[in-house]
């Protein structure tokens, strides 16, 4: 009974904490980071002024994205804000240096 409670709370806690992840990091934050970086590729084609903004879109994707995606998780995160954008902030780091799901589920 006991080693099945546990299996049974580490399937939960592993399941909950990728499912999480999928969503706020593999979709919202690749989202995000190509929404920016399309961005960035159309305003190269314009003037000086909008070529400057390109590269201010095309190199800050990451942050932007990250950014996003971790005020987000802070909205529907339960502690107050500031503690699930920071958590949201480190998750979102931990994928773009590692670019696996895992790192940010542990």
């Known amino acids: 009974d006991r080693i099945n409670f546990l299996l049974a709370a ?16 593999g979709y ?17 084609r314009r003037t000086d002024y909008m070529r400057y903004l390109a ?7 990451g942050v932007a994205a ?14 107050d804000f500031l503690t699930g954008f920071y958590l949201g902030v480190a998750a979102g780091s931990a994928y ?3 670019r696996s799901i895992w ?4």
């Open 10 to 25: 580490i399937t939960g806690v592993v399941f909950s904490g990728f499912a999480l992840e999928m969503v706020f990091r």
């Open 103 to 106: 790192a940010p589920v542990f």
């Open 66 to 79: 990250v950014t996003i995606a971790a005020a987000l998780f802070a909205l529907v995160y339960d502690e």
């Open 96 to 98: 773009v240096l590692t």
């Open 55 to 61: 590269h201010v879109f095309s190199y800050g994707a």
């Open 28 to 44: 919202l934050q690749n989202l995000w980071y190509s929404a920016f970086k399309a961005i960035g590729r159309t305003l190269t």
